[in-house]
């Protein structure tokens, strides 16, 4: 994303974006569609098209419908929106299903085998998702979240989540617990 603290007047770049692209109605002038790859594409009021856009939750993460970032694919932020008011339905529904792709986090419902208890070990899970297995490279991959829930990381950056610990068979439990 773009450093905002480069802001032209002490104007963030992200709010001047959005006075460009937002009209005097306070609807947003872009229009996302989908490319034939079905990748995200933004065509602002001047008719500039953006193709491969990602969409990027920002904080808090609490807060889903709030603080969402359009990103062209250099990295350059387009659009902040702080809220998905003003937004037409069609842009709405493009913007959750891409946010729904870019949240999928499995969450894993039994440990069925550590392979030890040095890493990198492998772990083979049963998720909401069906039965996968992964590798850790640290302990630090494995973080208490809340009183209930754990965040694990995998080698290849992709998260795993345990809701409840209390909800895991007590065998799945101290996989986990020897590691938070």
């Not at 702080?82 to 842009?91: A, C, H, S």
């Not at 492998?122 to 998720?127: A, Q």
């Not at 640290?138 to 829930?149: C, G, I, L």
Request: aromatic share 8%.
């Amino acid at each position: 994303m773009t450093n905002n603290l480069n802001a032209r007047d002490g104007i963030p770049s992200a709010i001047r974006v959005k006075e460009y692209m937002q009209g005097i109605d306070g609807k947003w002038t872009f229009t996302l569609s989908r490319d034939e790859w079905s990748h995200l594409r933004l065509t602002d009021s001047a008719g500039n098209v953006f193709d491969d856009i990602s969409v990027v939750p920002l904080f808090p993460i609490s807060s889903s419908q709030q603080w969402i970032s359009l990103v062209s694919k250099d990295g350059e932020e387009l659009v902040c929106l702080d809220t998905l008011q003003g937004i037409t339905p069609e842009n709405n529904k493009l913007l959750q299903e891409e946010l729904a792709l870019r949240e999928f986090v499995p969450i894993i419902e039994k440990v069925i085998r550590v392979s030890g208890n040095q890493e990198p070990c492998e772990w083979v899970v049963k998720t909401n998702h069906g039965e996968t297995s992964f590798v850790i490279n640290s302990e630090e991959d494995v973080r208490r979240v809340s009183a209930k829930a754990v965040t694990i990381t995998d080698a290849n950056g992709i998260r795993f989540r345990v809701e409840d610990l209390k909800k895991l068979d007590s065998r799945s439990r101290a996989y986990v617990e020897w590691y938070v």
